[in-house]
């Protein structure tokens, strides 16, 4: 039982060392760079995707076009739409600052 506890905090620290560096970026060409040596190309993808189908779904387009649009799996839209209406709010903090960018 111990030994569980101490892993997930050991995870925790891990994530919040990322989460801290991805806070240090400056710009889209650091974010780049950082992401581009962090993740594999395939992995990239994914979180564009992922992205990419939640903007879609937060502007109100329908599963079927948005599975024709970007190629991304039923299943795949299925979960971002789940973490849209019941996640940490990670989505909507990010769509709602785009937006926000986007005016100005």
């Known amino acids: 039982m111990v030994r569980a506890a101490k892993s997930k905090i050991a995870q925790k620290e891990k994530s919040d060392l990322l989460y801290r560096a991805i806070l240090t970026l400056k710009n889209e060409e650091e ?7 962090l993740c594999t190309i395939s992995e990239l ?3 564009e995707q992922r992205y990419e189908v939640a903007t879609l779904l937060n502007d109100g387009m329908l599963y079927s076009d948005i599975l024709e649009k970007t190629g991304a799996s039923s299943a795949t839209i ?3 739409n789940r973490s ?3 996640g940490a709010g990670g989505y909507e903090n990010v769509l709602e600052r785009m937006k926000e960018q986007e005016d100005k």
Request: aromatic share 18%.
């Open 84 to 86: 849209l209406l019941n």
């Open 31 to 37: 974010c780049y760079s950082f992401f581009q040596d």
């Open 78 to 80: 299925s979960r971002v």
């Open 45 to 47: 993808r994914s979180m």
